[in-house]
């Protein structure tokens, strides 16, 4: 009995040091000469925050990302938020990034606006700031920003789906991302552009917010469902939202007479487009956009050229059923190029 | 060992008398200065990382490390309050959120009626925690679990799906920097969490209102029989802890300058991690504000340490949920010692 007073003792700082142990024991990094913003010795740091490190776009960007620095000599120091939204991880994930000396930042910011104090402090200590897939807010908060054109891409979706209902009136349903992001409002919008609609149009019968999530994109169609069954086509922020609609719609067996795009262009939407979920989507490219910031910083840290302006990575429209004469590439092109697993 | 002897009766053979005094005497350095063990602990992380990495052991790290403690450290000075009685609260961050966006939305030409309102507002939500606690007798976790939901969802409703940026001077005063000694970073926000952390500690361990604290968490019948009006203390309490929060939220401000309705969701379990890492006992009635100042500083420097070595943020989930579970352990034992 006695003994135990010691052993929880013990347990207490063994739990500790068994945590830090695994530090002193299997840290990732090659000691490199000179702590935070020393120049000289050791490979260039890049560091790289993304919105989550779960998603699969994420994920390949990060990939993407770390290859290039590989290639390139650098190091990459990828951190994350824990869920999209979470701008409070990525403002610590920035200032540790800061404390380890790192030359650029790369990051897709989860909250436009939120994450500008931050960037501000780090580009004061003469790093560089690059966002990928989604700008910030304002625009110039950043060096530079390597995305897709949103706009565009939804565009092409717009214009697509307008070829498949040939020339009969929309009766649309919009399902969306998460309310106030960028890259929400701007694929919106081209959509709206692509297919010749205004926002508000009565062809709009019903709109919902489904944050780009699986799950809630099911619900909240089966939600506008309920109200009418009359719809022939359907607007998705998103694979992973088209997927869910496809759900609800497939309950009602409406899958025959809606017509359905998407946009992103992961590998897993390859196998949706050729099992008929959906007819097309529009391809981003994340890593191109990791490649390019990589270089970029790269570059940066040789000879102090700071990257700047807006690089459109490009959006390709895949489909296996080339309509209206819009350009377009088959899903075998889009296997070759496609993101994810 | 003796059979059918009960947890805690102290027995030991004549021969070991002198290791039963030593081990005495340990179990009760942990109980009369509950501190002890996680300031060791603190001390020990920071040699470690200093050891395993290169970029851990610096001034501006350390000013960067307590920087990140200060909005849960802050959350945590008002929840040590609250588990000193034997309570708990899981509203904590949602009540703190809500004041943000009321701070940023009124924010215009007035900063001051904007970060009062917003105190005000917090110190509200705590003072009906606190009343349905105290008249109802509902138990604090129920109570305080249903005004986690009904708050976070009243906040998402006021801020309509946005974020507000805050640039007015006076809310987001607390995250000026300025250089002591022309080398150390030191924000604002630090010196007021130092001032809160020291007003509490004092009106804890030098006033009777603390004492009345204290023993209304040990024993609240006990508390009640010598004179102790328990239900206007636990209500203080309550109320304190309220404005508390409505401070993290100015500091909340200051450190990001972005009132966002995600924001800070652990908020409510961070802040009790630091006050159980910090030794504060969860039966009540043991422990104090200057142990959960180590526990928030040990959070954060865990977070910082395994960062910089490369380590995956879920490990560091791991590691404190480890040293959750061992102050926990550590102090239901020594509990049991002194029975």
């Known amino acids: ?341 | 060992m003796p059979n059918g002897v009960k947890v805690g009766a102290e027995t030991a053979p004549a021969t070991a008398v002198r290791g039963r005094r030593r081990q005495i005497e340990i179990s009760e350095l942990v109980l009369r200065y509950p501190a002890l063990g996680p300031t060791c602990a603190l001390v020990l992380a920071v040699v470690v990382f200093s050891v395993a990495t290169n970029t851990f052991l610096s001034l501006d790290n350390f000013s960067l490390v307590v920087e990140q403690s200060l909005v849960v450290g802050t959350l945590a000075l008002g929840q040590t309050l609250i588990i000193l009685t034997a309570g708990i609260d899981l509203a904590n961050g949602a009540i703190m959120v809500f004041g943000t966006l009321l701070m940023a939305k009124l924010a215009g030409p007035s900063g001051f009626g904007a970060l009062l309102a917003g105190i005000v507002l917090c110190l509200v939500l705590g003072a009906i925690s606190g009343g349905l606690v105290t008249s109802l007798r509902l138990p604090p976790f129920i109570v305080t679990l249903g005004m986690l939901t009904v708050v976070a969802a009243s906040s998402r409703i006021f801020a309509a799906g946005q974020s507000f940026p805050v640039s007015n001077g006076l809310l987001t005063l607390l995250g000026q920097r300025f250089y002591l000694f022309g080398r150390i970073e030191v924000t604002a926000g630090m010196l007021l969490a130092v001032l809160m952390y020291a007003l509490v500690w004092y009106s804890l361990s030098r006033t009777g209102w603390g004492r009345h604290v204290y023993a209304l968490g040990n024993d609240p019948e006990a508390a009640r029989l010598t004179g102790i009006h328990v239900n206007r203390t636990l209500f203080s309490v309550y109320l304190l802890a309220g404005i508390i929060y409505g401070f993290a939220a100015w500091q909340a401000i200051g450190r990001i300058p972005n009132a966002d309705p995600n924001a800070y969701q652990t908020g409510n379990l961070d802040s009790i991690t630091a006050v159980v890492i910090g030794g504060t006992s969860l039966f009540g009635g043991r422990g104090g504000v200057l142990g959960t100042l180590v526990g928030a500083l040990i959070v954060s420097v865990l977070r910082s340490g395994l960062t910089q070595a490369g380590i995956d943020e879920l490990y560091q989930d791991v590691a404190t949920g480890l040293l959750v579970i061992a102050a926990v352990a550590l102090d239901q034992l020594a509990r049991r010692r002194s029975r």
């Open chain 1, 1 to 341: 009995m006695g003994r135990s007073s010691v052993l929880t003792r013990l347990l207490a700082i063994g739990a500790v040091a068994a945590a830090l142990l695994t530090a002193a024991c299997s840290t990732e990094r090659a000691p490199s000469g000179g702590g935070s913003g020393a120049g000289g010795g050791g490979p260039v740091k890049i560091g790289l925050v993304t919105k989550t490190d779960t998603n699969p776009y994420f994920v390949t960007l990060r990939d993407a990302a770390k290859a290039a620095a590989d290639q390139q000599g650098a190091q990459l120091i990828a951190l994350a938020g824990k869920f999209d939204g979470d701008n409070e991880g990525q403002v610590a994930a920035i200032e540790n990034l800061v404390q380890q000396g790192v030359k650029g930042i790369l990051i897709t910011p989860s909250n436009s606006g939120g994450i500008i104090a931050a960037l501000q402090q780090a580009k004061s200590r003469g790093i560089t700031v690059i966002a990928l897939d989604t700008e910030t807010d304002p625009k110039d908060a950043v060096d530079a920003t390597w995305a897709t054109d949103n706009t565009d891409a939804g565009r092409k979706q717009g214009a697509y789906v307008k070829a498949m209902l040939n020339g009969s009136a929309p009766k649309l349903l919009m399902v969306d991302g998460t309310a106030g992001a960028a890259v929400d409002t701007q694929r919106h919008n081209g959509f709206l552009e692509g297919i010749g609609l205004q926002n508000g149009a009565p062809q709009i019968i019903g709109s919902a917010n489904a944050n780009g999530d699986q799950n809630l994109a099911q619900q909240a169609t089966e939600n506008l469902l309920q109200r009418s069954t009359d719809v022939n086509s359907v607007y998705t922020i998103n694979e992973p939202t088209a997927r869910g609609v496809y759900v609800a719609m497939a309950a009602k067996n409406l899958t025959a007479k809606v017509a359905m795009a998407s946009i992103d262009g992961g590998c897993q939407a390859m196998q949706d487009l050729k099992g008929g979920k959906y007819a097309a989507t529009v391809m981003q490219f994340p890593k191109k956009m990791a490649q390019d910031g990589v270089a970029a910083v790269v570059a940066f840290s040789k000879d102090g050229t700071k990257p700047a302006g807006f690089h459109d990575t490009g959006s390709q429209l895949i489909t296996d059923k080339p309509l209206g004469g819009l350009e377009s590439k088959d899903t075998g092109w889009g296997q070759q190029n496609c993101w994810g697993s």
